[in-house]
């Protein structure tokens, strides 16, 4: 059974940072994509990043680009989200998805079928 688990989440002032950790497991091949996604309730789904477990990553909001890194560890099946100088506006409930059999990663949240359960980071002013 594919499974992933969120980590990482918490509560800090505007300027500082936090790691989100999601941890795979039952996933199997290479061309698998892990991508972050963050909501607000009332509002849509948003892509923050996506990493490809075969290379390569990608950082689809704008708004995180320079102070967003995603990252992935192989060996501990586990896909990393730093945020760096969190602002008030990166409040939200931050999940991880995944999709396999993959080319690319898409930004869109109906083509993850593997969902965590979320992690709530909120920002302070």
């Known amino acids: 059974q594919s499974q992933l688990m969120e980590s990482g989440g918490g509560s800090v002032q505007t300027g500082g940072s936090l790691r989100l950790s999601c941890a795979a497991s039952?996933?199997?091949?290479?061309?698998?994509?892990v991508a972050w996604f963050r909501q607000v309730p009332g509002n849509e789904r948003e892509a923050v990043a996506a990493?490809?477990?075969?290379?390569?990553?990608?950082v689809f909001a704008d708004s995180v680009k320079g102070r967003f890194t995603i990252s992935l560890d192989n060996a501990r099946n586990t896909v990393y989200l730093q945020m760096n100088n969190l602002q008030p506006e990166d409040t939200a409930t931050y999940y991880c998805?995944?999709?396999?059999?993959?080319?690319?990663?898409?930004?869109?949240?109906?083509?993850?079928?593997?969902w965590g359960q979320g992690t709530q980071v909120t920002v302070s002013s």
């Open positions: 039952g996933f199997t091949g290479s061309r698998n994509c």
């Open positions: 998805a995944a999709a396999t059999l993959r080319f690319t990663c898409p930004r869109d949240s109906p083509l993850y079928p593997y």
């Open positions: 990493v490809y477990t075969s290379g390569g990553s990608t």
